[in-house]
């Protein structure tokens, strides 16, 4: 739809209209004591090409260092046409549309991307996205919560080896709403959430359990075990999932003997650049009974009058602005410029080529972290089967090592310290399909050379790294 | 003009009780309800054993352009609740007093039953509304 501004003339035409003077008039109901006129702190505006500058001196100050990091945003090869075809004026937009008669290629675009994911995960039901994956787990435990009729606790089995910032946003969203989060730890051989440390649980009233595959660590966990203890003690399954790991494990629809009742994750990795951030896009698939307790838009197809088919927004009646504060979520929208590329990410790729995707990530971080721990003082940490990622355990201060591998232009991996102490001197390293040989023999010969100036006896004197 | 059969009690929130033979009630909303709502297209009933307070929420009926809680009239506990609407939501407009049924339940207090409306009083608060 094409923007035509106001000109002066039409303003003056419609001011002259309904007899106002100008539009400050228009105003004038709200009380001088509320008005602000000016914003004080907020700066002059800036010419296009002085913003432009701005911007690149900005850019610039990121870098592009080769990136060896995951830790739930992965650094994977965009083919140009995702954005070439998202960024065209018939699909660019952010928003949800209500207008179905005016937004049959949008609404269908959605209902092939909802199509998509349900596949992918193995559920009934997708919905249009949500912000992104750490509010997804918030939401799937809060509609957990609603949708599990017989469990009054509200208690959340939420296994430590979930990502820190899903469960730090969820604990944010949820502990004003009386859900409590309940920790499980995690093996620290395996690095991966053992079934009888909820033995302690049974008998309890426990509203349901999350369960991350790959976890955080990168490590696959025992997924039909868990998912089967959960609903023989009446709770609900909530699986987070990566999508790209999706074309090779097993789906969160085929978990235990009944399948998950939630899968949620973060939808970055599928076309979606890291942009220092963000935005991302969550996804939240569901089993056709919970349809209901399902937040965010969600797309159905249907025939018009004359019986053509038509698309359009379905389930409203949840949403906020009809169910108002007995809606399932606060959420009214979603990302739909993410969502676009995703939809086309995959329909690119297809089933075959998101499994060679993933193929490749796994080969090349097994790579990574055999040439990395054949250095004497790194070590794998876990020792069960992962996917993309992987914890090393260093037998000398981290800081030492990244900090001049920040230096040379890499970003080595996530340093677990802050998050996860306990670990001592451990990285969470991730190599994707972008990462050739020559980049990880790249990491690898630093690192040893970065060691050995650190480590080899003689000189008292330590060189000291910017 | 709709339907208000004098056989029931009805309350402030438009729902109908009518007492059974074996203390219990059955609970539905009023042919005016029903109209005001539209199509339905699902019903979410109580669970039985459920035990509510006189004007809790305790069901949702849900039509193309609202979403309406349905309040119990009196205080007890569900005895029985209609599966049929899960398939047959629509039950609720074609028969509201009857097949369109939600709930049973047994109340804690009979007396209680005297603080709903009989049909007149009902045809009049329903008259009293519309301005």
Known sequence: MPFIPHTEADIREMLAAIGAADIDDLFDEIPASLRIGKLSNVPDGMTEQEISRLMLERAEADGRPLCFTGAGAYDHHIPAAVWEITTRGEFYSAYTPYQAEASQGTLQLIYEYQTMMAGLTGMDVSNASLYDGASALAEAILMAVRANRRSKSRRILVPLAVHPHYRKTAHTIVHNQGVELVSVPYSSEGGHTVADTLRQYEGEDITALVIQHPNFFGILEDVDELTGWAHRQGALVIAVTNPTSLALLKPPGDWGDAGVDIACGEGQPLGVPLASGGPYFGFMCCKQGLVRQMPGRIVGRTRDRDGRIGYTLTLQAREQHIRRSKATSNICTNQGLLVTAATIYLALLGAEGLARVAQACHANTRMLVEKLSANDYVEPLFNRPYFHEAVLRFSLPLADVLRPLYAHNLLPGYDLSTDYPELGNALLVCATETRTAADIDLYGDHLNRIIERQTVAGCPVKPRMA | ?131
């Open chain 2, 1 to 131: 003009m709709s339907n208000i059969p004098v056989d029931r009690k009805y309350s402030r929130t438009h729902e109908w009780v009518s007492l059974n033979d074996d203390g219990t009630v059955t609970v539905g909303i009023s042919d005016s309800a029903q109209e005001q709502l539209g199509d339905m297209v699902f019903v979410e009933v109580p669970e039985v054993g459920q035990n509510l307070d006189a004007t809790e929420a305790c069901a949702v009926v849900e039509s193309v352009k609202a979403a309406s809680d349905v309040y119990a009239p009196v205080s007890g506990e569900i005895t029985a609740v209609n599966e049929g609407l899960t398939d047959s939501p629509e039950t609720v407009n074609q028969d509201a007093y009857g097949a369109g049924w939600i709930f049973r339940m047994q109340p804690a207090d009979a007396s209680e039953l005297d603080t709903l409306m009989d049909a007149e009083a009902y045809e009049s608060f329903l008259a009293s509304e519309a301005h």
